[in-house]
């Protein structure tokens, strides 16, 4: 059974930082791409960004790009997504996924067959 686990929300300042971690099990972790997807609750979810299987390949939401900062420890079966400088309109639930399909030219994420249950992320002073 395919479970993710996000850990690591919490409580950050504008212009801190904070690091969001997604355990994966019951599949060969290394052989998939990841994306990170957010959701302001009472709005619909929003993608943040994707890494490829072996991490050498990223993609971010124009609204993250250059802030936030995905990667992954094969070892660990972790995903990660770290916030820099982030402001109150980063405030959200943050899910890992694995998608099930992507565009190979955009490599944006096309369909997601599995979720973790979220953590929440609020930027706050």
């Known amino acids: 059974e395919v479970q993710l686990a996000e850990s690591g929300g919490g409580l950050v300042q504008p212009g801190g930082s904070l690091t969001l971690s997604c355990t994966a099990s019951?599949?060969?972790?290394?052989?998939?791409?990841m994306t990170w997807v957010r959701q302001v609750p009472g709005k619909g979810r929003e993608w943040v960004g994707i890494?490829?299987?072996?991490?050498?390949?990223?993609s971010y939401a124009d609204s993250v790009k250059g802030r936030f900062t995905i990667s992954r420890d094969k070892l660990k079966n972790t995903l990660y997504l770290r916030l820099s400088s982030p402001t109150t309109d980063d405030s959200a639930v943050y899910y890992c996924a694995r998608p099930c399909a992507y565009d190979g030219r955009t490599f944006h994420p096309l369909d997601i067959d599995s979720w973790g249950p979220g953590t929440p992320g609020t930027v706050s002073s």
């Open positions: 019951g599949f060969t972790f290394h052989n998939y791409v």
């Open positions: 890494v490829s299987n072996d991490g050498g390949s990223t």
